[in-house]
């Protein structure tokens, strides 16, 4: 299935010719990363195939997507004819095998869990070439723990888009011990030719840097509001107007979303072990409240 605006384009599109020979673009899971993750590849110039299990996902997937397209073409942030291009290369299917198989890198932008992580990588590397790169989107989970179910290691690495990824400049890319040079430069290319900032790691560590210096921003606030030094909506305040941040703390786990925000803690102490690493008591009342934040109505704030 071909996701088409009303108004289609005749103009033929050209893939960015620094993209290290990458033509063909496959993201796995059409969730709100993945699909914004193959908008991005299809406004660069890729072909591109969103997949998932569920045609249900694929057309809410592709009406947010048309939304937010033609609030961005009210706003002048793109002209109808980039956004028309952009649907006549961006494709959605629920046969993943296919699109992988005819594509040079593939996103897998999944639920964090790793069993099923594993199980989608050890299936791509059967059925894609082997010089295709398999990269996983996952904000925690490091990719040496999908890397030793396929039998070609050395083409798996992390590209970790940040959420909203159609607006976020920055993407990590974290190679693990067996990822080769060439996969980290054409993965770059191609990250650079999707128009982002790279921001490219020597070696792997659960959490990456972006949301490491995040973490412990956010521990710090935790801590400051446990300890009755401040109440949140002032330690929210301080991080905008003093540090002029966009949004607090508290702010910024309501939108990413409270039971994510949990989620990455405990995925981080499944790889660490380390007590540490675990959700902050308070985001577990929370998380066991059903209080997600802006897509529950509540977490931290109360969303009318």
């Known amino acids: 299935m071909r996701a088409q605006t009303e108004e289609s384009t005749t103009e033929e599109s050209t893939t960015p010719a620094d993209a290290a020979g990458i033509e063909t673009v496959t993201v796995v899971g059409a969730g709100t990363m993945g699909s914004q ?23 809410a997937a592709a009406e947010q997507l048309r ?21 006549e290369r961006l494709g959605t299917t629920t046969d993943r095998d296919a699109a992988a198989a005819a594509s040079d890198i593939v996103i897998e932008a999944a639920v964090e869990d ?23 989107n996952s904000s925690n989970i490091v990719s040496s723990r999908v890397a030793d179910a396929v039998e070609h290691p050395e083409r798996v690495c992390n590209l970790h888009f940040f959420n909203p990824a159609l607006v976020m400049e920055c993407v990590e890319l974290v190679p693990h011990p067996q990822t080769s040079p060439e996969t980290m430069e054409r993965a770059a290319a191609f990250t650079r030719a999707l128009g982002k900032t790279l921001v490219t790691l020597r070696k792997e560590i659960p959490g990456f840097v972006a949301n490491r210096l995040l973490n412990a921003i956010r521990q710090e ?6 300890q009755g030094v401040a109440d949140f909506e002032d ?11 966009p949004m607090g703390p508290f702010e910024l786990m ?39 934040g802006r897509k529950s109505g509540r977490g931290w704030y109360s969303y009318p």
């Open 37 to 59: 993750i193959a908008a991005v590849a299809a406004l660069a110039g890729f072909r591109t195939h969103l997949v998932d299990i569920a045609q249900e996902q694929l057309d």
């Open 221 to 226: 606030a935790l801590s400051l509001l446990d």
């Open 235 to 245: 330690i929210d305040a301080a991080a905008r107007t003093a540090l002029r941040h």
């Open 254 to 292: 309501d939108l990413v979303g409270v039971d994510v925000v949990h989620m990455i803690r405990q995925a981080e102490y499944e790889q660490t072990g380390d007590p540490e690493s675990l959700p902050h008591p308070m985001i577990t009342d929370l998380y066991e409240a059903g209080r997600y």
């Open 114 to 136: 790793l069993t099923i992580k594993r199980r989608i990588f050890s299936e791509l590397d059967a059925v894609c070439d082997p010089g295709t790169i398999l990269a996983t």
């Open 67 to 87: 939304r937010r397209f033609d609030r961005d073409v009210e706003k002048g942030r793109r002209s109808r004819a980039q956004v028309s291009a952009a649907w």
